[in-house]
């Protein structure tokens, strides 16, 4: 059977397709997909930081990692969805302006998923109007706001502005999350809801919508 530390290994190195098929391996010889998420994917990406941090590795092996990350997630996706209750509602997902980091962000929809929202993926670097205007469109209850990069995450307050200039604000719920977003940044710039993880967001979104 696959081993988690040989998938992390992998990973690291970039080698999706060898990522893709242990990480079926591990699912048929039933390891929990989460485990193999946070103790395997999730294990290997922070090392890969670490390292991007240090300047051991540089942007293409960070971009190669993400990618090989991507592939894992694929097969892990429907086994993380699974179970429980469902909410009904509609979320309107992203990664703000300026921030292409979309692995939290795909995280946040699988989990969103799973508890049955619908979430509308606007994909990343999106423009507050764009949130808007997808929240309108759609009569969305939440708008999902990712940012990575300290530098993006003041967009966050840009979307909370435009959700009361529209005059939509009473109307949605804005949840954000992103490893520099704490709750005291939530709370400083108005939003509703801090999560630190993806499966803690789903969570939240069920009692709202649920
Ligand atoms: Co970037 N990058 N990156 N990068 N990158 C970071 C974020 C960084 C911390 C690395 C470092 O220096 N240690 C650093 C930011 C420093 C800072 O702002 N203080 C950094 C930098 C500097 C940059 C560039 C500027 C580098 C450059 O070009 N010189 C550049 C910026 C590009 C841009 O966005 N404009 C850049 C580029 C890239 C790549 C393209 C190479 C690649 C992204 C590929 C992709 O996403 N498709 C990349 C990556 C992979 C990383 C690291 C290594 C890993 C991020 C990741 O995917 N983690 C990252 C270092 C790190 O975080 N350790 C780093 C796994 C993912 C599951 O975690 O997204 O945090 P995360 O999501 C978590 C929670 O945060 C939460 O749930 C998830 C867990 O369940 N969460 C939410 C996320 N969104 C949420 C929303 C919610 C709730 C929870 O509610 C709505």
């Known amino acids: 059977m696959a081993d988690l530390e040989q998938i992390s290994e992998l990973m690291q190195k970039g080698k999706a397709k060898e990522v893709k098929e242990l990480c079926q391996e591990a699912v048929?010889?039933?390891?929990?997909?989460?485990?193999?998420l946070d103790d395997a994917l999730l294990a290997a990406m922070n090392i890969v930081g670490v390292?991007?941090?240090?300047?051991?590795?540089?942007?293409?092996?960070?971009?190669?990692?993400?990618?090989?990350?991507?592939?894992?997630?694929?097969?892990?996706?429907?086994?993380?969805?699974?179970g429980g209750a469902e909410a009904k509602g509609k979320a309107v997902l992203g990664?703000?302006?300026g921030d292409l980091h979309d692995i939290g962000?795909?995280?946040?929809?699988?989990?969103?998923?799973?508890?049955?929202?619908?979430v509308?993926?606007?994909?990343?670097?999106?423009?507050?109007?764009?949130?808007?205007?997808?929240?309108k469109e759609n009569g969305a209850n939440i708008i999902a706001l990712s940012a990575l990069l300290t530098t993006t995450m003041t967009q966050m307050e840009n979307v909370v502005k435009a959700a009361e200039d529209a005059g939509i604000r009473d109307d949605v719920t804005i949840m954000i999350g992103g490893?520099?977003?704490?709750?005291?940044?939530?709370?400083?710039?108005?939003?509703?809801?801090?999560?630190?993880?993806?499966?803690?967001?789903?969570?939240?979104?069920?009692?709202?919508?649920?």
């Open 120 to 135: 509308i993926d606007l994909g990343t670097d999106v423009a507050p109007e764009k949130y808007i205007e997808a929240a």
């Open 51 to 82: 390292k991007f941090k240090n300047n051991q590795v540089f942007v293409p092996e960070v971009l190669i990692a993400a990618r090989a990350m991507n592939a894992g997630l694929e097969v892990l996706k429907p086994h993380l969805e699974a």
């Open 105 to 118: 962000k795909n995280l946040v929809k699988i989990m969103l998923e799973g508890k049955g929202l619908e």
């Open 179 to 210: 490893a520099p977003v704490t709750q005291s940044f939530c709370d400083s710039i108005g939003a509703d809801i801090y999560t630190p993880d993806a499966a803690t967001a789903a969570e939240k979104a069920m009692e709202v919508c649920g």
């Open 95 to 97: 990664t703000v302006k």
């Open 28 to 36: 048929d010889g039933g390891v929990a997909a989460q485990t193999i």
